[in-house]
């Protein structure tokens, strides 16, 4: 079955702490890969995403994932956080087909 | 604001009851794709629509069921409410089934409170 996981449903950093969230899918046919994010209170919101080329994506706010085919994986980082950064982070994977299938999410607090 | 129009935003009825769920995609875009996020299950596809008609199915109880105008606008009904039908639930649109690679644009979602 097509499937994502996220490792980690809560996270608790420091302002300035780097931050890795790990994703990985069940699929190993062509995918395309989404991290999306939402703040308290608002939607869903792109963060960035991957279909082809250089594994390493950058998306905005800092934000970047690297896809690494062997592993199954698109895991989220960002060097820096900021207290502003505090939301719930969903990886999606879109499998063959046009149904986007999301991971638990992840609530990340970052402290100030 | 994202393009996508979800109302209302906030629903509160009675178990038994039946309700409708609007949203109206962003301009230019034919698909549209319903999700429900509990803090259960988490984000669960339920159905698309593409251009009228239904594209793909998810986790979509018999007692849920969805349609998409010819104007693109899209209405979930649910009916026999049942407590644990309480979520919120996200109305998605993209340009088009081979668009969807480009990602999904979200509306704000209509939280459903079953009392």
């Known amino acids: 079955a097509q499937s994502v996981s996220q490792h980690n449903h809560h996270v608790i950093l420091s302002e300035a702490a780097s931050l890795e969230l790990g994703c990985n899918y069940s699929?190993?046919?062509?995918?395309?890969l989404f991290w999306y994010v939402q703040y308290p209170g608002q939607h869903l919101q792109l963060l960035l995403k991957?279909?082809?080329?250089?594994?390493l994506v950058k998306g905005i706010k800092g934000f970047e994932a690297e896809f690494i085919k062997s592993k199954f994986s698109f895991n989220l980082r960002k060097p820096s956080v900021q207290w502003s950064d505090t939301a719930e982070y969903f990886c999606?994977?879109?499998?063959?087909?046009?149904?986007?299938?999301f991971g638990a999410g992840t609530i990340l607090r970052v402290k100030s | 604001d994202s393009g996508v129009t979800q109302t209302p935003k906030h629903l509160i009825t009675a178990t038994g009851q039946r309700v409708t769920l609007r949203c109206s995609p962003r301009?230019?875009?034919?698909?549209v794709y319903w999700y429900q996020q509990s803090l259960d299950q988490g984000l669960q596809f339920l159905i698309q629509?593409?251009?009228?008609?239904?594209?793909a199915k998810g986790n979509i109880l018999e007692r849920f069921s969805a349609q998409q105008f010819p104007d693109l606008h899209s209405e979930l009904n649910l009916s026999s409410l049942e407590l644990g039908d309480s979520a919120l639930y996200f109305c998605?649109?993209?340009?088009?089934?081979?668009?969807?690679?480009?990602?999904?644009?979200f509306g704000s979602g209509t939280r459903l409170t079953v009392v």
């Open positions: 998605a649109s993209s340009a088009s089934d081979r668009s969807a690679h480009y990602g999904y644009t």
């Open positions: 699929y190993g046919g062509t995918v395309n």
């Open positions: 991957y279909f082809s080329g250089d594994p």
């Open positions: 999606a994977v879109l499998f063959c087909g046009n149904k986007l299938v």
């Open positions: 301009s230019g875009d034919l698909s």
């Open positions: 629509y593409y251009n009228g008609e239904e594209r």
